[in-house]
């Protein structure tokens, strides 16, 4: 009877233990070198490299898709970089099927502000992501469309390269649609 009682006691143990390291958040502190590019025929020329700076932690869930939170940013300059440095952290779904809203809430003058960046789709360890940008190269809010739709894509050297992990980490989402 006692040897019963160690041992549920070890494989109790073990267990939370598993689900302690599991869940325990995960220092992310990359850089990634991609591509800002320009969806649909007649745009193939607009490609700009950019790179994504990364700094925060991914927690896994048990029964949910991991949680980024944290700071992007894609440096982009002429005003156009969506994200600012005195921003609040991102808080973040990681999930290839279902992408979640990135945006900038900002206190100014008293007054709550609020952009829109776009939709982040990533890979759960942030190895591999494209954003769907709601922003024009000026940084003007435009929307997003798949036929002219601005896109940033990482790890990539080409807008070939990140076509492809844009139509791998979105092809949920796109119901049968092939980015071009």
């Known amino acids: 009877m006692r040897l019963i009682k160690i041992g549920v006691s070890v494989v109790l143990a073990l267990m939370l233990a598993a689900f302690v390291w599991y869940t325990w958040p995960k220092q992310i502190h990359t850089t990634l070198d991609g591509i800002k590019y320009r969806l649909g025929e007649g745009h193939e020329v607009y490609v700009q490299p950019v790179q994504i700076r990364i700094e925060g932690e991914i927690q896994r869930r048990l029964t949910k898709p991991p949680l980024f939170t944290g700071k992007i940013d894609t440096g982009e300059g002429n005003g156009a970089n969506p994200f600012q440095q005195d921003d609040p952290d991102l808080k973040v779904r990681l999930?290839?099927?279902?992408?979640?809203?990135?945006?900038?809430?900002?206190?100014?003058?008293?007054?709550?502000?609020?952009?829109?960046?776009?939709?982040l789709y990533s890979t759960p360890d942030m190895d591999q992501l494209t954003i769907a940008?709601?922003?024009?190269?000026?940084?003007?809010?435009?929307?997003?469309?798949?036929?002219?739709?601005?896109?940033?894509?990482?790890?990539?050297?080409?807008?070939?390269?990140?076509?492809?992990?844009?139509?791998?980490?979105?092809?949920?989402?796109l119901n049968g649609y092939e980015l071009k």
């Open 95 to 119: 999930s290839r099927s279902d992408a979640d809203w990135l945006q900038s809430i900002r206190l100014d003058q008293g007054q709550i502000k609020r952009r829109a960046i776009g939709s």
């Open 133 to 173: 940008l709601m922003h024009d190269n000026q940084g003007r809010e435009t929307g997003w469309s798949s036929s002219d739709g601005f896109m940033i894509s990482a790890p990539a050297q080409s807008r070939e390269e990140a076509l492809k992990i844009s139509r791998e980490l979105m092809k949920d989402g």
